[in-house]
DNA sequence: GCGGCTTTGTGAAAATCTTCACAATATTAG
DNA sequence: CTAATATTGTGAAGATTTTCACAAAGCCGC
């Protein structure tokens, strides 16, 4: 597949494909293109996709329910490995095969799983205390959902969903085309 | 307020705060700051914040209900106000205040609701068919959440939330700090 | 009203990112 | 083997974004 094409599938240009992938190194043939199979395994590699990765889910709510009944993570390289919560009325449910604990068990039991990424999905007031469980623990990266800038040790790498700010920014494009009409 | 402070608050710098503020306007006192309350209606109104959008949910599965009971939307401008779905056993639900509707009378109801954004929640089998439908609606702003690139006229804008890159990007920044070590 | 302190708004400089454009290389047809 | 065609990999140019740094304002205490 040539850069063209790879470019027309997605939202970027040939020029930006050929230039991302040089900065990895050099992965396609002059006059011919890149061999998928090969190109997909190298990335695999350089993104840290050719293992599993250990996953715990923090917050069995509405959110965390959809996270963990979606096929899609462990299609790709991550496994849920344990689900955490506060409720009393929550902990001890069953989970797809996974047991609800609660949130004091933390640290012991992600330290044991090997749990290396966490997924935040409580709420903002909920976050500090459970932040400290999630540092003491090791824990090297979190997908945050809560609406709130973490607190983490330099090492720690974290990623925020925000939906509302996705739909603000929908809005302030949809505003711009009125004012210019 | 000053732009120190607000750069503490988020992930950016002061000079940024001022130089992104200064493209829209002048909105703070030297020495001062800005003001809160003022800053906050100012930036409302240029992100088209300053009035309600009205949104519809397609796609009554798990990551819609999360996302229609979640009350994070209504707080900020968005109201949904329209649910559909196309599994039978689905349609005619309540969910909250709303019935889901049968996507086939997505159109009218969408036309007549003057409905403005859409959430997709749908598989990507699902993308095309649909998106016939949100087209003749005239809709103008789509948040998507399947893992597809939509094809949409110019004048549609579109996010995607895509939750396995966000933890891919995760992964890297941890292979990252592997190989430095 | 003045001096000291603070913080904005913004040109200019620096850094980063994207696009251009083409030599190098590979394939295919004859 | 040669000519015609395709497409990479990458310097250089161009565009955009971020940071720097400071004159211009504004507040406060005396
Ligand atoms: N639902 C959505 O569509 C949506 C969208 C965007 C953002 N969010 C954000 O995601 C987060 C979760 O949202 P939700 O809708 O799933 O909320 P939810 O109330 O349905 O679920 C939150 C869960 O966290 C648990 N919890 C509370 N304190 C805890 C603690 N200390 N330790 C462990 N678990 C604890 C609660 O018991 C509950 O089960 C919130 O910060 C919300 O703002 C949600
Ligand atoms: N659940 C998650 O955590 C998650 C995470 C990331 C991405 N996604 C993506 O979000 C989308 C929805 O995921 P989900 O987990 O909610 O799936 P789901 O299967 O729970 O829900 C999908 C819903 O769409 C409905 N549907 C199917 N075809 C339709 C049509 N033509 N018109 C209207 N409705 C139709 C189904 O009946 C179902 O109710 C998928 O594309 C998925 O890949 C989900």
Redesign the interface.
């Known amino acids: 597949m040539s850069s063209e094409e790879m470019s027309g ?3 970027t240009t040939a020029a930006q494909v050929r230039k991302d992938l040089s900065l990895f190194g050099s992965f396609g043939k002059r006059g011919l293109g890149y061999d998928v199979a090969d190109l997909s395994e190298r990335l695999k590699k ?4 050719d293992r599993r ?1 250990r ?1 715990a889910l923090v917050g069995a709510g ?2 965390g ?3 963990v ?2 096929g ?2 462990a299609e ?3 496994d849920v490995v344990a689900i955490f919560d506060s409720d009393p009325s929550k902990v001890g449910e069953r989970w797809g095969g996974l047991r609800v604990r609660d949130i004091s068990q933390f640290v012991s039991v992600a330290k044991d799983q090997g749990v ?2 966490v997924i935040l999905a409580i709420p903002v007031e909920a976050v500090p205390s459970v932040m400290e469980y999630v540092e003491e623990a090791g824990v ?4 945050n959902f809560a ?1 709130t ?1 973490l607190k983490v040790p330099e ?1 720690v ?1 974290v ?1 925020d ?1 925000n ?2 700010m ?13 004012e210019e009409a």
Chains 1, 2 share one sequence.
Do not use: C, H, N, T
């Not at 350089?46 to 996709?49: D, E, S």
């Not at 090297?140 to 997908?143: A, D, F, K, S």
């Open positions: 599938r997605s939202a350089i993104l840290g996709l990765w996953v509405r959110i329910s959809a996270l009944e979606y899609g993570f790709r390289s991550y290396e990424i090297r990266g979190i997908l609406p800038k090492r790498a990623k969903v939906m509302v996705e739909l603000e920014a929908l809005s302030f494009a949809l505003s711009q085309e009125d």
